[in-house]
């Protein structure tokens, strides 16, 4: 159920309010927008009668959500969420961020020459992969927390943001100092113990789409982090695995906009992972930021031939430089900001 207040809810009728919902048995998820204040209770609300909550001082209206995310769902806040991070780069909104890197931190110089370029074109994130989750047991695996030190130092150099992987609850604690945004792959999607955990580290959390979810089970395990009470999450949309062969995956392009309309999360498009073809990259990403989307995630690589891991889907600095010149062409003509 969602409870919306009136503009001019005073703090005592809210609390009056959360009360009376807690006394009916549900949990209460506060937000409090540009306008109003918005009350989720979540729970067992199908039995509780409507009704009295709607006579309550302050009380604008009440409905009943029938979808099975409450807290993800665009009811909750309605004007849609914008995530701020540390150096002023917002997700969500009228701007659109860009994160970028090497799938694999693979040394100190590789991370530095990275970081110097990518803040160069215009990017606020650099992306780096220090827990690798790969398909062979036999491919590398990463540089675990030294890696995460050296990408931490590199964008600090060069004042940008930090995101990474994390594979399990294990190594939450010791990547909080290095990372400004956590990345749960599309294989840890429905990895339900470790999105209770990240509901409980307030800090943002990127999702990713899982390779043959649905969405709804996409917003179904947003729902997991925000139940524990971080709101920032980020989801991505990577691809998903269908009968085609000519890409690695399928990026689908539509479920932005879907997404748009169901959720007020921010949305990102990965077009390295949708589409695992250096020269699809670009295509994939001028769609998505055409299509809505509220960052783009791209690998780039010094020497991406040579890239220790996913090199077939990793652009060159050069290519990279050229696609942000395209990309700021069209967030412009779709009313946004790069």
């Keep these: 159920m969602i409870v919306s207040m009136q503009e001019k809810a005073t703090e005592e009728q809210i609390y ?7 006394e009916a048995g549900v949990n209460v998820h506060r937000t409090t927008g540009a306008i109003q204040t918005i009350l989720a209770g979540v729970g067992p609300t ?3 009668d409507l009704s009295k909550f709607e006579v309550l001082p302050g009380v604008l209206n009440v409905i009943r959500i029938s979808s099975p995310y409450k807290l993800a769902g ?19 909104g009228e701007q659109v961020a860009v994160m970028a890197g090497p799938c694999s931190i693979e040394s100190r110089e590789q991370m530095f020459a990275t970081a110097a370029r990518v803040k160069a074109i215009g990017a606020g994130f650099l992306r780096g992969g220090a827990f690798k989750p790969r398909s062979s047991p036999y491919a590398f695996q990463g540089m675990g927390i030294p890696g995460l030190q050296m990408m931490y130092e590199a964008a600090q150099e060069h004042g940008l943001l ?9 190594q939450i604690e010791p990547m909080l100092p290095y990372v ?9 999607m429905q990895n339900f113990n470790l999105l209770r955990e990240l509901g409980q580290a307030r800090k943002p959390v990127l999702l990713k789409r ?7 089970e996409l917003l179904l395990s947003s729902e997991y982090i925000m139940a524990g009470g971080n709101y920032e999450v980020i989801l991505c949309e990577r691809g998903i695995r269908t009968y085609e062969t000519a890409t690695r995956n399928t990026m689908d392009i539509s479920a932005i906009p879907v997404i748009h309309k169901l959720s007020h999360l921010p949305i990102v498009g990965d077009p390295s992972h949708g589409t695992g073809r250096r020269d699809m990259v670009a295509p994939m990403a001028r769609a998505a930021v055409a299509a809505g989307a509220d960052a783009i995630l791209v690998e780039v690589h010094p020497n991406a031939d040579k890239a220790a891991s996913d090199a077939a889907q990793t652009l060159y600095l050069d290519q990279f430089d050229e696609l942000m010149g395209q990309l700021r062409v069209i967030a412009t003509a779709v009313g946004r900001t790069m």
């Design 16 to 22: 009056a309010v959360i009360e009376t919902m807690e």
């Design 46 to 48: 199908a039995n509780v």
């Design 74 to 92: 665009r009811a909750f806040r309605p004007e849609g969420t914008v995530i701020e991070f540390r150096n002023g780069v917002k997700v969500g």
């Design 162 to 170: 930090t995101v990474s992987e994390v594979m399990e609850i294990a």
């Design 180 to 188: 400004d945004l956590f990345q749960v792959g599309a294989r840890n």
């Design 210 to 216: 899982g390779i043959a979810a649905t969405i709804e």
